[in-house]
């Protein structure tokens, strides 16, 4: 195809898309990336000297069209400490322009390639140790628009998948050192989409309406796991899996390996919030891989009702209304001290699921009972959430969750032995519950 013109392509930060192409002719498109390294939020109180292309992670989304003649500028800002490249996974060549665009701190390089092959692919630096550059940070999408365009949808986000690997643990405050050994081994202790825990969550949700077309163009940096992208409560209707022209429909789970990315398509029939996850499970619970996608408009009974009906379930024969049932024997407390260690095991075996070890909580899951002024400011809300459940949105220290705890079934002495346990653990303020304090809010 024929060139025509020149054009500055214009890139994008994460979740965002450039827009469609809107040029029936091949161009000489140039693109300018500059590098930047700078400390930046992986999550709450945890920051990571991250390596950047254009100053996000994952790097600036670019966007060109089949038979384009990309002219690439890489520019390395003077207040880097590295040398960095690029290799473009879209690129024809050696190195996908890898040694074409080895740059020094405050120098510039520049090669030219053909945008021969239609598709969604990755880019990366390659600079050795590469797996440093990579796991810090150095990872983007570049989309080849087919000659044809794509097919038009009503919203496009671009999110990206990828590992950390820190040398304190997942959450560990602070300013977190890159840990080579984790790498090697392939043990992260963060899997994030777009750079950090929360990079989609809450009030940076992405959204659409109901009825919307959404195309999510969703890539893997690694540097080394494989992702298994899930949508909960949507079905994927259309998948170029890996990134091609083959379009699989009704996808579930769809594989997107480190390096590789797929375009995914669906409509969002009813609203509510939709929780993208790397459905290899403890990643997103407990390592970050969440996101949300928050759809607005009217609710539609014909494709979703919502809960109908939570009533008592007796088994057949409901004359039978006991059921032997083996007997927990729960110590009575006859001190406060003795309150707390029984609580102890309370909390260990049934709320540290959700609300973890140490009272943390996940981020935008479950929100800490450790130092909660939620809590704090009045202990009959922890009795009440577990005798009677909790949900509807709530605020504890500052952060918004809107998620639904199940009551538990736990006796009014175990529920006392537990709140008065959180009480005066994990930097909460002290105090005891007593079983009467239990029967109180029960009734
Ligand atoms: C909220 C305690 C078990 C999920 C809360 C709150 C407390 C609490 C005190 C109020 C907010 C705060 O201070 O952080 C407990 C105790 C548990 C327990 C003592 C064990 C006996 C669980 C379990 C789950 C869970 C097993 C998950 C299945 C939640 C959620 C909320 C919450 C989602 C927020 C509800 C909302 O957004 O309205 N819990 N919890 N909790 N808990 Fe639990
Ligand atoms: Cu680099």
Request: hydrophobic share 35%.
């Amino acid at each position: 195809a024929e060139i025509v013109g020149e054009k500055q392509a214009e890139l994008t930060l994460p979740p965002d898309v450039p827009p469609p192409i809107d040029r029936d002719n091949a161009t000489k498109l140039i693109v300018n990336m500059e590098v930047v390294e700078k400390e930046m939020r992986l999550a709450d109180g945890v920051t990571y000297t991250m390596w950047t292309f254009g100053g996000s992670v994952p790097g600036k989304f670019i966007r060109a069209r089949e038979g384009d003649m990309i002219e690439f500028h890489l520019q390395n800002h003077p207040d880097n400490k590295l040398p960095h490249n690029i290799d473009l996974h879209a690129v024809n060549g050696p190195g996908g322009g890898a040694e074409s665009t080895f740059t020094a701190p405050g120098r510039e390089t520049v090669f030219t390639f053909r945008a021969l092959n239609p598709g969604l692919y990755v880019y990366h630096c390659a600079t050795a140790p590469v797996g440093m550059h990579i796991a810090n940070g150095m990872y983007g999408l570049i989309l080849i628009e087919p000659a044809e365009g794509l097919s038009e949808v009503d919203k496009e986000y671009y999110v990206m998948q990828s590992e950390f690997y820190t040398e304190g643990d997942y959450g560990e405050r602070g300013l977190q050192p890159f840990d080579m050994e984790q790498a090697i081994e392939e043990n992260p202790e963060y899997v994030v989409f777009n750079g950090a825990v929360g990079s989609m969550m809450n009030d940076k949700a992405i959204t659409s309406e109901q009825g919307d077309n959404v195309r999510l163009f969703v890539g893997n940096g690694g540097p080394n796991l494989t992702s298994s992208f899930h949508v909960i409560g949507e079905i994927l209707d259309k998948v170029h899996y890996e990134g091609g022209d083959r379009v699989q429909t009704n996808v579930q789970t769809t594989s997107i390996p480190a390096g590789g990315a797929a375009m995914v398509e669906f409509e969002t029939e009813v609203p509510g919030n939709y929780i993208l996850v790397d459905h290899a499970i403890f990643r997103a619970f407990n390592k970050g891989a969440l996101a949300t996608l928050a759809v607005s408009g009217e609710e539609d009974e014909n494709v979703f009702t919502g809960q109908q009906l939570d009533r008592v379930y007796q088994p057949e024969g409901g004359a039978i209304q006991e059921l032997p049932q083996e007997k927990r024997t729960i110590p009575t407390a006859s001190t406060i001290e003795e309150r707390i260690e029984f609580g102890r095991e309370t909390y260990m075996a049934v709320c540290q699921a959700c609300h973890m070890a140490d009272g943390s909580g996940i981020e935008g899951a479950f929100p800490p009972v450790a130092n909660s002024d939620y809590l704090n400011e009045n202990p009959d809300r922890g009795i009440s959430a577990i005798v009677h459940g909790l949900s509807g949105e709530i605020t504890v220290n500052g952060e918004t969750y809107n998620g639904v705890m199940p009551q538990q079934n736990l006796t009014n002495e175990e529920v006392a032995n537990v709140i008065t346990y959180i009480l005066n653990s994990f930097d909460n303020e002290g105090g005891e519950v007593t079983p009467e304090d239990v029967e109180r809010i029960r009734q």
